[in-house]
């Protein structure tokens, strides 16, 4: 059985000392961040890390992030600490933003997925820090099956989990929408791995030009750096299709898509930041914010009112459009329509 804790309305610690004695039994919790829903465990019980990978089916070489309310847990888990992660989480912990450091004996290789480097972040949301002050380091991928759009609503890990794990804390919609911002610290020069909630330009005003993984941008298969890259993400059944290029002419480009597909009597849906005609439509809102909020829900959405294809507008690739972007192209398995 899985048990629903409703924290909607604001944190209950009477309800956070059930849920962290789960996580200190070694049993799985999902709680809210302000990314998205992590499936948590002790970070350091690797029997219930283990457990993480099984529920998720995710592959044993792709490491998980460790998620700490207090700095100096960093150095319970990292055998070293740069001065470019100091800068950092002086700036934007608790916040969107994990480093990958050297890691520490003490951290078990199941949670780094074999890798002699640890995933480190420290979240912003109320719950995430009150459930892990309650209890321990919780190592917490994104709280979807492997391949899944992450979840933004406990529906969505009901959805994916019911049944499966010990518990889920709901705390309502996520604000943020798109995972953390990864950075590798652990060589020579500061390196991009995940773009996220916490925009490039942000970290670049602290510690200067980072370098871009190649896997970023591109396709790449088989990343030894950052091994979750190499996997199909974020895919809901409906095939994905990306319509960029030079806004004028996206909406041109997308209704004519809408036709094509609506002719071979495909069922088709839109998600965009303006109106459109189609099948099921799904509104992301205008800004970046709303857009990077929105963008797993749609995706979850127009899945779940059927239909076969998913056309989907895309922002301009700067601030949280980077992490959107990154998400839209893998989510459509790179199928992309320049406009
Ligand atoms: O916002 C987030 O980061 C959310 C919430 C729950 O905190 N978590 C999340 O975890 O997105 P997950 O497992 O879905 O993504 C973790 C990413 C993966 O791409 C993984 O490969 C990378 O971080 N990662 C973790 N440890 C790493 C390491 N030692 N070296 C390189 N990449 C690492
Ligand atoms: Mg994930």
Redesign the pocket.
């Known amino acids: 059985m899985t048990v629903i804790i409703n924290m909607r309305d604001g944190i209950d610690e009477r309800k956070i000392r059930v849920a962290a004695r789960f996580i200190l039994e070694g049993k799985l919790v999902a709680f809210p961040?302000e990314?998205?829903?992590?499936l948590g465990a002790d970070a350091l019980n690797g029997e219930a890390v283990r457990r993480i990978f099984e529920a998720k089916g995710r592959p044993a070489d792709?490491?998980?992030?460790i998620?700490i309310a207090d700095f100096s847990d960093l150095k319970k888990l990292a055998s070293e600490v740069p001065k470019e992660a100091k800068l950092l989480a002086e700036e934007f912990w608790p916040g969107?933003l994990?480093f990958?450091l050297p890691?520490k004996e003490e951290v078990p290789l199941v949670t780094?997925?074999g890798?002699d480097?640890?995933?480190v972040?420290m979240?912003s949301h109320p719950i995430a820090l009150s459930l892990i002050r309650a209890s321990t380091p919780i190592a917490?991928?994104?709280?979807n099956i492997s391949g899944k759009p992450?979840p933004t609503l406990a529906e969505h890990v009901i959805d994916d989990f019911y049944g499966k794990i010990k518990a889920i804390i709901d705390g309502g919609e996520t604000r943020i929408g798109v995972?953390?911002t990864?950075i590798?610290l652990s060589s020579e020069k500061p390196t991009l791995?995940?773009p996220?909630?916490l925009p490039l330009e942000e970290i670049e005003r602290v510690i200067g030009p980072v370098e871009i993984h190649p896997a970023v941008r591109g396709k790449l298969i088989d990343v030894a750096?950052?091994?979750?890259?190499k996997y199909r993400h974020y895919s809901p059944n409906a095939q994905v299709i990306v319509v960029e290029g030079r806004r004028e002419r996206v909406r041109a480009k997308i209704e004519e898509l809408v036709r094509e597909y609506r002719s071979k009597s495909y069922r088709v849906g839109v998600m965009a930041t303006e109106e459109f005609e189609a099948d099921e439509f799904f509104h992301l809102g205008r800004s970046e914010e709303e857009v990077a909020r929105n963008l797993f829900k749609a995706l979850r959405e127009l899945d779940r009112r059927g239909v076969d294809v998913i056309i989907a507008e895309g922002v301009e690739e700067k601030g949280l459009g980077f992490a959107v972007m990154n998400r839209l192209r893998k989510a459509a398995g790179y199928r992309i329509v320049w406009a």
Do not use: C, F, K, Q
């Open positions: 961040t990314t998205v829903y992590g792709n490491p998980l992030i998620h969107p994990t990958v890691r780094t997925g890798l480097t640890v995933a972040r979240p917490a991928p994104s709280a992450s995972e953390s990864v590798d791995l995940r996220g909630g750096r950052a091994p979750g890259m």
